[in-house]
């Protein structure tokens, strides 16, 4: 069966072009021109997944985003959107986007994204610890050293329970978006050793948007926003030039 795409865009062009090219691409598409109907289909016949604009008339691609997330529908939702301030990208993520991708943009990369959004969420999808693409780093020393389990992962004062996806510092609960969690994840499995940009986009993503690409500066800025404790120590770290690293100082 093909996979399934609710596409919400109120630009007439737009909407066109995209589900023409949603459609040679092989998904099945459902085109809506705003919110209140992509609200009603996304009821009717939830779909694989969501593109949603974030500008538009009435009731906007974020309140969409929100009105599912809080009836607790985890369906994944790629947004598009016209702003590029990091401000407006960090609103999409704290309604509960997945992704966004900015306009003008090249139909191939949404398509790279919904393919990886999908990926993720399919029934063969899985989390796992980072391979060989690692960038060489200090590890932490065995008290630092995560603990893992079937269902639970813990490491510098993290827990996260993967089945029920919650995770928590020390007894504060955080709230994370879907790739939120799995990028909190992937550098808990991985604490003590630095993780290269491509290594990270291509276990959260599966796809490396190159050197321009400003997609996982916001997801980890957006994270530490989550994780800092006044009188905390920093846990997620920048080693510039080359990745990122969790682990407390």
């Not at 899985?126 to 590890?139: F, S, Y």
């Not at 995560?146 to 993967?162: F, H, K, W, Y």
Request: glycine share 10%; net charge negative; aromatic share 6%.
């Amino acid at each position: 069966m093909p996979q399934t795409v609710l596409l919400a865009e109120d630009d007439r062009a737009i909407r066109n072009a995209l589900e023409r090219a949603l459609a040679l691409e092989g998904y099945q598409v459902t085109a809506v021109a705003d919110g209140v109907e992509a609200l009603a289909q996304a009821h009717k016949t939830p779909p694989d997944v969501l593109v949603l604009d974030v500008m538009m008339p009435g009731i906007d691609g974020l309140q969409v985003c929100r009105v599912l997330r809080a009836e607790g529908d985890r369906t994944p939702i790629l947004m598009l959107t016209a702003l590029v301030e990091t401000a407006d990208r960090i609103a999409g993520l704290d309604a509960g986007a997945d992704d966004y991708v900015v306009k003008p943009f090249d139909v191939e990369e949404v398509f790279a994204r919904l393919r990886a959004l999908l990926r993720r969420t399919g029934p063969g999808a899985v989390n796992g610890a980072a391979g060989g693409g690692a960038a060489a780093g200090p590890v932490a020393d065995r008290a630092r050293e995560p603990q893992t389990s079937d269902r639970q992962v813990e490491a510098a004062g993290l827990r996260m329970d993967l089945q029920a996806r919650r995770a928590w510092r020390g007894g504060r609960e955080l709230e994370l978006t879907r790739t939120e969690f799995e990028l909190l994840e992937l550098l808990v499995r991985n604490a003590g050793i630095v993780l290269d940009h491509s290594t990270i986009y291509d276990r959260i993503w599966g796809y490396d948007f190159g050197p321009g690409s400003k997609n996982l500066a916001v997801y980890v800025g957006y994270l530490r926003r989550k994780l800092d404790e006044p009188g905390a120590p920093q846990l997620i770290h920048t080693v510039r030039g080359v990745g990122y690293v969790l682990r407390e100082d």
